[in-house]
């Protein structure tokens, strides 16, 4: 009964290569996220989809590229990743709260490792 | 720049003693939230505040949402070992759907027994 979850888990991979990263939410959920987590634990929103359609596209390379099946399904594909990619990706949706306030739940986390 | 700093950035502590986490910003937030992210998870919601001025207290925490809602602060009271991890304070501005979440760099707390 995960409400959030990512797979896979680790992701080992070389520079150059293209790697994708699932998401899947059971919340009933209309909005889901990416974020990246660096090395000093910092989050930074990627991308958000709204039913479907991108609504937040913060300054992130072309080679990311989100793809939203349906509204409980968020995937991010990385085309030729480089060592800067290397962080841990974390998925997330959110509920309506009182007007524009907005939960977010979090899924595991993907550690992605380029070498 | 919406920018969230959290204070301080590593605490350790003795268990039974109290602390004060802040997060500050010069910008107005709709609504701000408190997680917790322990090793190899996801952060966890905590609490969500919106009022100014709310105050929230989840058995040992008390959250409280700075009056003009651009400041929040955690205080933990007689904390333990399970409050171990990372804390982190997000100020959400709402878009038309959906939220952009700025977070703070995160309070990474060590409770010692």
């Known amino acids: 009964d995960t409400a959030v979850s990512q797979t896979p888990k680790y992701l080992v991979t070389q520079m150059g290569n293209d790697k994708s990263i699932k998401c899947e939410q059971n919340l009933g959920h209309d909005t889901m996220y990416w974020y990246k987590q660096d090395s000093k634990k910092f989050l930074k929103i990627m991308f958000s989809?709204?039913?479907?359609?991108?609504?937040i596209n913060e300054t992130v390379p072309n080679r990311f590229s989100p793809k939203s099946p349906d509204k409980a399904h968020l995937n991010l594909h990385i085309n030729s990743l480089e060592l800067g990619d290397s962080a841990v990706y974390f998925c997330?949706?959110?509920?309506?709260?009182?007007?524009?306030?907005?939960?977010?739940?979090f899924g595991p986390g993907t550690r992605l490792t380029v070498t | 720049t919406q920018l969230l700093e959290q204070s301080p950035q590593f605490l350790s502590i003795q268990e039974g003693e109290n602390l004060t986490v802040y997060c500050n910003s010069s910008?107005?937030?709709?609504?701000l939230q408190w997680y917790r992210q322990e090793p190899g998870e996801g952060p966890v919601l905590l609490v969500t505040v919106v009022t100014g001025g709310e105050v929230k207290k989840l058995k040992r925490l008390t959250f409280q949402f700075g009056d003009a809602r651009k400041d929040s602060s955690l205080h933990i009271t007689a904390a333990q070992p399970g409050d171990t991890g990372l804390y982190l304070c997000a100020g959400a501005r709402g878009e038309t759907s959906g939220s952009r979440l700025t977070f703070g760099e995160g309070t990474q707390l060590t409770v010692n027994p």
């Open positions: 910008s107005v937030f709709s609504s």
């Open positions: 989809y709204n039913n479907k359609e991108l609504i």
């Open positions: 997330a949706s959110s509920r309506p709260l009182r007007g524009r306030s907005y939960e977010q739940y």
